[in-house]
């Protein structure tokens, strides 16, 4: 680095630490219960092994920012010599302590921890007690050796029947084809350089697929007994054994370490290639304690490891449960210094009862990643740029493989016996009350069948989401080799825009972003090799305020992104001019022209003025009785304004409505909707809007006997059938009905036991009906029906099944009304107009009909509060806007990667006109395939040919699908082979 660099370095360095620097607020350290009870069985002179948590911790706030100006060297630097610094001050007490007892014996092995402020060491009883007066520690935790079968997740295996010898090599097996890692070495990639540091129970560097690419410590000189690069470790020419505290870190019986390192590099040698990226370089690490899994994530980074894959994780049953906070200061330590880390999640997928959701994901997998998935509602970031699921050479989930979502938020309100505390900047992803969590897994990648090298030459069998994550480590490698700039909120971006949709349209909590596609990553990174970045901050006008969820979208294009809650975004776009439109509800738009260079990030701040608003208020009443209605919802359809209840009076009040035009729709459970037009003028002003509701035709909110049936012939589900009860929550199946206290009732397929396993009596071997009783329409104007819906397909290991809504006039021909093969986010509105799908006759009757045809998945169904209708005008919005119905869905194209076709799929929750267009990665339109083309409510398919516009064949690589209807618009991959 230049001296004029390093200088600026050094100052930007002191001035973020004294930004960054708290002094620690006093209170006393608490030892964890486990430390607790092994200090008594200990006698006076046991050194126990202990971790220290010191108090203050790193400001990812503060230094994100500044760390995301540097190129990946500088800011490995940078974030390196802050983090020591930290480390020095706020450790100074303690480190002197320690050495007072070292020299009396009382403690040993005193290693501090820098990528998240720490302590280990092994101490006496006495001397930890002496640590309690030291306010600035947070808490000190037990650091004992973690037997390999508890830490590993290596999973069930099933036995490989292939073998392979130098005279008849098999070159590739079917896990590196399944992520296309053949097709990118055809490219010339195959990891070239790039350092993967193994985190795990030892390496065998003798084996012949990996023995000629070890990573060799050039700056250690071999057998001299001198720490010749002064990193702390004498003669590590290839890596540390931490559990050892020696340079020697081949395994001590198990192979778990070696099967990761070769689904990472093995280059086939002797016999079958089973390396993602077969020309990677292996640092081994071998470790035991979770202390000694921190000192090998430090050791990677600080001897230029550039990925970082680590099978091994603390699970919610173990005692004590795992110190979430602690992980997530290492983590946040990890992306400041830009190391990327792939994590397996666990494999208690089918292990609830003891890991329950949403705790199954283990840590560290649990924790965020640098990059936001669209789907993800909250904004948090953390380092682990992947935490890996496990599929099989079908491309389904292991039962074991866990699942999400997790919960970031004060567990001990609803855990009273964790014994952790979480800061309030980590509980960002909160689970409970309906909150979505943290999605997770992030990708997935194969686990159980998969072949990996063996200790001392040949290959044996492997599984797990062990088996999962060293496949993603190795496309990493990939991806780097193509591209060595990203970063690794580029990197996460990548893998997961990029991954093959498996499960639920978007990211789901049992496949995540999808299947790891190694070809499809590295033609995204090498495109983005002529990207560049802009980044910047949206504040208020008026008062400088960040602004929030504010769409910054690259105009003419696909690029596009959101202000996270500090205000802040970063756009990669491909180099030229650009002009950035800014947008939010409740501001006006703003917009920006920027030049953008490759490889450099340039930096656009913008304020945008508030736009005047008024108020929109009124009465709601019983259209027979004139009566005020409580209780009514009255929403603005398609904006973020929240839904208002009317009181006693009936009187409700919207303000700070923007200026502008809005449908406002009032319901009630057992009224009939009401829609109308409302204008919010300049100057503050009021909108009078006010709505007499009809009582509806029927309303059946399942409290008494609505008279149907649960049944008909040619039904044949096993388990899992129609019953009216208070349903007993799995995770699965709802907890609570949809109707507000005092009710109780629903329809449930099946009922479980209180705080049962997830599927327990859920549908299984056939098909279960339940049909409504007939209903007289033959008079009715505009008749619809409405109801609301909890349907689950995403828990299980399969998810192969639909669920259906059909109607009838005449008790002979069914229409479907809905097909679903995507969970609802819970209870869902799903409102119909009878006349769009049958004649109103006076022979009306609705059927639901949930079904396990295939394999065994994990299906629940459930219906509460049925009304029907007499009079919805055709210009009503279908079902009520605002409710998470009206969602526009996209489900998974297939197949992807296509050759010759594939076919586009989503939902319609309402009759609308659509648009579908095809893009590039640089986003020029290649193909419109619908323009204003109206569409009926429900689930819609439109195939492509892989041709663009002019009738010729596009070319390989990666290309983006938009759908727009209903005012909304929703984006997916699609990746074409030859």
């Not at 209605?629 to 929240?642: D, Q, S």
């Not at 209870?827 to 045809?853: G, K, L």
Request: glycine share 10%; aromatic share 8%.
């Amino acid at each position: 680095m230049p001296a004029r660099s390093r200088s600026v370095l050094a100052g930007l360095i002191l001035s973020v630490a004294i930004l960054t620097f708290v002094a620690p607020a006093s209170a006393t350290p608490t030892i964890s219960p486990d430390l607790a009870a092994e200090m008594e069985r200990a006698t006076t002179s046991d050194r126990i092994p202990v971790m220290i948590v010191m108090r203050e911790q790193a400001n990812l706030d503060v230094l994100l920012p500044v760390v995301r100006k540097f190129a990946p060297a500088e800011r490995r630097a940078f974030a390196r010599a802050e983090l020591k610094s930290r480390a020095s001050v706020t450790q100074n007490r303690v480190r002197s302590y320690l050495a007072t007892e070292e020299a009396a014996g009382r403690a040993a092995n005193v290693r501090s921890l820098w990528i998240a402020s720490g302590v280990v060491a092994e101490m006496t009883p006495a001397a930890i007690e002496g640590l309690l007066a030291l306010s600035e520690i947070r808490t000190i935790l037990w650091d004992p050796p973690i037997p390999d079968e508890e830490a590993n997740d290596r999973g069930e295996m099933i036995r490989e029947n292939r073998t392979g010898s130098l005279a008849n090599p098999v070159p590739e097996i079917w896990q590196l084809e399944s992520v296309n890692a053949p097709d990118v070495w055809a490219l010339g990639y195959e990891g070239d350089g790039i350092v993967v540091a193994v985190e795990d129970n030892g390496v065998d560097r003798t084996h012949p697929d990996i023995a000629t690419h070890m990573w060799n410590n050039e700056d250690e000189i071999p057998g001299n007994g001198t720490d010749d690069d002064s990193n702390g470790y004498v003669d590590d020419t290839w890596g540390w054994n931490f559990a050892e505290n020696n340079n020697n870190p081949m395994p001590a019986g198990d192979d778990h370490g070696t099967k990761c390192a070769g689904i990472v590099a093995g280059d086939g040698t002797d016999g079958i290639r089973t390396g993602v990226a077969p020309k990677a370089l292996i640092m081994a690490c071998r470790v035991s304690s979770w202390g000694q899994n921190i000192l090998g994530i430090q050791y990677a980074i600080d001897n230029g490891a550039h990925v970082i894959t680590m099978s091994r994780s603390e699970k919610w049953r173990f005692t004590p449960k795992p110190d979430y906070d602690w992980w997530r200061s290492i983590t946040d330590g990890e992306l400041l210094t830009g190391i990327f880390h792939a994590n397996s999640i666990g494999n208690e997928g089918d292990n609830q009862n003891t890991d329950p959701v949403p705790f199954n994901i283990a840590a560290p997998g649990c924790c965020p990643t640098p990059w936001r998935h669209p789907d993800q509602v909250q904004a948090g970031v953390s380092g682990i740029t992947s935490g890996c699921g496990a599929i099989d050479s079908n491309d389904v989930i292991a039962n074991y493989s866990s699942i999400g979502p997790f919960a970031w938020e004060d567990i001990q309100v609803h855990w009273p016996e964790y014994p952790h505390d979480m800061r309030p900047e980590y509980q960002d992803y909160p689970w409970w009350w309906g909150l979505p969590g943290l999605l997770k897994p992030d990708v997935v990648a194969p686990g159980p069948g998969t072949t990996s090298i063996a200790i001392g030459g040949g290959y044996g069998s492997f599984g797990g989401t062990s088996a999962a994550t060293p496949h993603v480590a190795g496309g990493m490698a990939l991806i780097l080799s193509a591209n060595p700039f990203l970063t690794p909120e580029e990197m996460a971006m990548v893998l997961q825009t990029t991954a093959v949709e498996l499960g639920s349209a978007g990211k789901d909590t049992r496949y995540g972003a999808g299947k790891l596609d190694c070809l499809a990553a590295v033609q995204l990174a090498l495109i983005m090799n002529n990207f560049g970045f802009v980044q910047g901050t949206v504040t208020d006008q008026e008062n400088g305020n960040p602004i929030p969820d504010v769409d910054v979208q690259a105009m003419g294009d696909t690029w596009n992104t959101k202000t996270d809650t500090d205000g802040d975004y970063t756009l990669g776009l491909p180099e030229g001019d650009w002009t950035l439109q800014y947008t939010n509800f409740f501001y006006e738009d703003g917009s920006a022209d920027v030049e953008i260079t490759a490889q450099q990030t340039i930096v656009q701040d913008i304020a945008l003025t508030r736009k005047a608003t008024g108020t929109v208020m009124g009465r709601i009443t019983d259209a027979e009785s004139f009566d005020p209605i409580e209780g009514a919802e009255i929403e603005l359809p398609n904006t973020p304004l929240p839904t208002e209840v009317s009181d006693a009076r009936g009187r409700y009040s919207h303000t700070g409505v923007p200026v502008g035009s809005y449908t406002v729709v009032a319901s009630k459970f057992g009224y009939e909707p009401g829609g109308e037009s409302a204008t919010v003028t300049s100057g503050g002003g009021v909108t009078q809007i006010n709505f007499d509701l009809s009582p509806a035709l029927l309303a059946l909110d399942m409290e008494t006997d609505p008279g149907w049936t649960a049944g008909i012939p040619g039904d044949n589900a096993t388990t899992g059938v129609w019953v009216r009860v208070d349903p007993n929550g799995t995770g699965a199946q709802p907890e609570d009905d949809h109707t507000p206290d005092p009710g109780v009732l629903c329809w449930v397929t099946g009922q479980g036991t209180p705080g049962g396993a997830l599927g327990e009596n859920d549908v299984d071997n056939g098909k279960t009906t339940l049909l409504t009783g007939v209903i007289d329409l033959s008079s009715a104007p505009s008749p619809a029906i409405s109801y609301w819906a909890w349907y689950s397909n995403d828990q299980g290991t399969y998810l192969d099944d639909e669920w259906v809504v059909e109607i009838t006039n005449d008790g002979v021909e069914w229409t479907e009304l809905l097909r679903m093969d995507v969970s609802t986010s819970g209870w869902e509105y799903f409102q119909h107009r009878v006349a769009e799908f049958v004649t109103p006759t006076a022979n009306i009757q609705v059927r639901f009909v949930a079904s396990d045809e295939g394999s065994g998945s994990i299906v629940e169904a459930a219906i509460d509060d049925f009304q029907v209708f007499t009079n919805v005008p055709a210009t009503d919005v279908t079902p009520v806007p605002g409710r998470p119905g009206a969602r526009l869905v996209l489900h998974p194209n297939a197949p992807n990667p296509f050759a010759s076709s594939t076919s586009i799929r989503f939902m319609l929750p309402a009759t609308a006109t659509v648009d579908l267009r095809i893009f590039d990665v640089a986003g020029r339109l290649i193909r419109t395939l619908a323009s204003g083309e109206r569409r009926e409510a429900g689930l819609q398919q439109i195939r492509w040919d892989g041709r663009d516009a002019g009738g010729s064949r596009v070319a390989s690589g990666v290309y983006f699908y938009r759908v727009d209807a209903l005012d909304q618009s929703v984006t997916e991959r699609v990746v074409r082979v030859k």
